[in-house]
């Protein structure tokens, strides 16, 4: 099984560029998320979606846009990048499950971005 | 809100016990987790614990809750080289709309000395 899959795994931009982070998972989960991870700060979440046409924002959503068009895609957009956007971008996904079940959340890989 | 913190670093020898502990604030936490990441990879979910539990063991791997001090740890026994990472607590709580988020800790970078 794939997992969680994301693209590109590395990228470097100029500042005022834009571009767009792509996640897929192939396990049939609702839930799916966007982290950005920076030295020191543990993981913070950027935006979530509960269901396929459905997002909303997350503790650092400034800057950012996502879609969520298709169940098994999330997409993570940078319209104006800037330096502090530079970080490692992961995507997780999680199913429903039973009420207060056990739903760890599925993580990618991650994509390093770097804002020059 | 919820808040998670970790120590930093933790250095160990090969073969001794590691300890990591984790404070976090939110006392509605369901579940809590234990993520371990390695260089250049994503977060790998190791183990996790209901809040209604104490204990919970896992091969090498021991969790301990306790609730009235909202204090987490992770004990590996026998630690080997390849158990250095930073390792991750994180508390699971309710997110509007429905579905849970998690609130990660900084990380715990775990060395292991020969």
């Known amino acids: 099984n794939a997992g969680v899959t994301q693209t590109p795994k590395f990228r470097v931009l100029k500042t005022g560029q834009s571009m767009t982070l792509l996640c897929a998972q192939d396990?049939?989960?609702?839930?799916m998320y966007w982290y950005r991870q920076d030295p020191g700060m543990g993981l913070r979440l950027i935006h979530y979606?509960?269901?396929?046409?459905?997002?909303a924002k997350g503790e650092v959503p400034d800057g950012y846009n996502v879609s969520r068009l298709k169940k098994q895609n999330f997409l993570l957009g940078l319209e104006s990048a800037a330096p502090s956007q530079t970080s490692v971008y992961f995507c997780?996904?999680?199913?429903?499950?039973?009420?207060?079940?056990?739903?760890?959340?599925?993580f990618g890989d991650g994509t390093r971005l770097s804002i020059l | 809100g919820e808040d998670v913190e970790q120590s930093l670093f933790l250095s160990v020898r090969e073969g001794d016990s590691s300890v990591i502990n984790c404070t976090y604030t939110?006392?509605?936490?369901?579940?809590l987790y234990w993520y371990k990441q390695e260089p250049g990879a994503g977060l790998q979910l190791l183990t996790y614990?209901?809040?209604?539990?104490d204990m919970k063991q896992d091969q090498r791997l021991t969790v301990l809750l306790n609730k009235k001090d909202k204090h987490l740890s992770l004990r590996i026994a026998d630690t080997q080289t390849g158990d250095s990472a930073i390792y991750f607590c994180?508390?699971?709580?309710?997110?509007?709309?429905?579905?849970?988020?998690?609130?990660f800790g900084t990380g715990t970078q775990l060395k292991v000395e020969l």
């Open positions: 979606s509960v269901g396929e046409g459905t997002t």
């Open positions: 396990m049939n989960h609702e839930y």
């Open positions: 614990i209901f809040s209604n539990m």
């Open positions: 997780a996904s999680t199913g429903t499950g039973q009420l207060g079940s056990n739903q760890p959340q599925h």
């Open positions: 939110d006392s509605s936490s369901t579940y």
């Open positions: 994180a508390e699971r709580s309710g997110l509007t709309g429905g579905g849970n988020k998690l609130t």
